[in-house]
């Protein structure tokens, strides 16, 4: 890694991990059932500000941080030159993700995720 980068790599890093906490944090305050809704469920709830009340809040706000730690993760990537994109076209191309592939391949799978909850079309 070029040393004009390790800078901005490192500070980058930093954020993505306190957003990770804040994520983690936010998390248990909520139940099982409330975790399991998709992103078009959850943005479908909200028209207006004032929809955002009691628990919804909570989901908000973990989307923020998981959302603002994804920036950061897929910044460092870029910065990196990483090989994802193939990564992504071979999960994308799977007609199905069964457990022991979705278990051997979590790191991808989590960044996928990740990225795509910053950067998906709103019809998913």
């Given at each position: 890694?070029?040393?004009?980068?390790?800078?901005?790599?490192?500070?980058?890093?930093?954020?993505?991990?306190?957003?990770?906490?804040?994520?983690?944090?936010?998390?248990?305050?909520?139940?099982?059932?409330?975790?399991?809704?998709?992103?078009?469920?959850?943005?479908?709830?909200?028209?207006?500000?004032?929809?955002?009340?009691?628990?919804?809040?909570?989901?908000?706000?973990?989307?923020?941080?998981?959302?603002?730690?994804?920036?950061?993760?897929?910044?460092?990537?870029?910065?990196?030159?990483?090989?994802?994109?193939?990564?992504?076209?071979?999960?994308?191309?799977?007609?199905?993700?069964?457990?022991?592939?979705?278990?051997?391949?979590?790191?991808k799978?989590?960044?996928?995720?990740l990225?795509?909850?910053?950067?998906?079309?709103?019809?998913?």
């Open positions: 890694m070029k040393d004009k980068y390790h800078r901005e790599i490192t500070q980058l890093w930093w954020v993505a991990e306190r957003y990770s906490k804040m994520a983690e944090k936010t998390k248990n305050k909520l139940k099982k059932k409330e975790l399991q809704t998709t992103v078009k469920e959850h943005a479908n709830r909200y028209h207006n500000i004032s929809d955002i009340k009691g628990t919804d809040k909570w989901l908000m706000l973990l989307t923020a941080h998981l959302t603002s730690c994804a920036v950061r993760l897929c910044t460092i990537d870029d910065i990196m030159h990483s090989d994802r994109q193939r990564c992504y076209k071979k999960l994308v191309k799977e007609d199905e993700l069964e457990d022991s592939r979705l278990r051997n391949n979590l790191d799978i989590v960044h996928y995720l990225r795509h909850n910053v950067a998906h079309p709103e019809d998913w």
